[in-house]
């Protein structure tokens, strides 16, 4: 049941550029989007979210992207840095499943100096 | 800043025997839930909770399992009898509306 989907395993990036993380989702009933933020024996961190009604969110160097027609969200991190070396995980969830959040894949991000 | 927390970090048991996780979710927040990751595999939903009762369970959470909040604070899922499979990362999380924040996760290895 693939019903959000991280393509991409892993990602390199030089510190200081921007780093662009993608995700597609097949649900049309899904509501609300989050990225979250992982180190290994960790918990998930939570980064960003998207409501459905909207099309762009900002915080900080964090920006996140959502396209509804072709179902896909994207999240931009400028400018990066090393700290920012984790696995990004794309959450999605719809208010008519108690907010039950369906988890893509992750993408391991690695920033280098 | 208010935190999820968990306890233990780590638990080993045999298979056959019961287990219990504990969390205390953030103290304003009445949506309460459980997940696992198994090693290298996706986070998967396991159970929601919310007003005292579930609200929604995923097929991975059968008889086995079960989830409580004893007192105002603690909320609990127990495993009674487990298996080899049920060695994962559980995490606990909490929210106030949409967005859940997680604990840092209980490491259980079934032997």
């Known amino acids: 049941d693939q019903q959000v989907k991280q393509n991409s395993p892993s990602l390199s990036v030089q510190e200081g550029r921007i780093s662009i993380l993608n995700c597609d989702y097949t649900?049309?009933?899904?509501?609300?989007f989050l990225w979250y933020k992982k180190y290994p024996a960790e918990g998930p961190t939570f980064l960003i979210s998207?409501?459905?009604?909207?099309d762009k969110n900002e915080d900080g160097r964090f920006t996140v992207f959502l396209n509804k027609s072709a179902k896909h969200l994207s999240l931009h991190i400028v400018p990066s840095q090393p700290g920012d070396s984790a696995v990004y995980f794309c959450a999605a969830s719809a208010m008519d499943s108690s907010y039950k959040l369906i988890f893509g894949s992750g993408t391991r991000l690695l920033v280098r100096p | 800043e208010p935190e999820v927390t968990q306890t233990p970090s780590h638990q080993v048991t045999q298979m056959g025997q019961e287990v219990i996780l504990r969390c205390v979710p953030i103290?304003?927040?009445?949506?309460f839930y459980w997940y696992r990751q198994i090693l290298g595999q996706k986070v998967e939903f396991l159970v929601s909770?919310?007003?005292?009762?579930?609200?929604?369970k995923s097929e991975i959470f059968d008889d086995q399992f079960s989830v409580e909040r004893p007192d105002g604070s603690n909320f609990t899922l127990k495993i009674r009898s487990t298996k080899l499979e049920d060695s994962a990362m559980y995490f606990c999380a909490s929210s106030d509306y949409d967005t859940q924040y997680f604990g840092p996760g209980t490491r259980l290895t079934v032997l």
């Open positions: 103290s304003n927040h009445l949506y």
């Open positions: 649900n049309s009933m899904f509501d609300y």
């Open positions: 998207i409501s459905s009604i909207k």
């Open positions: 909770f919310y007003n005292n009762e579930i609200s929604e």
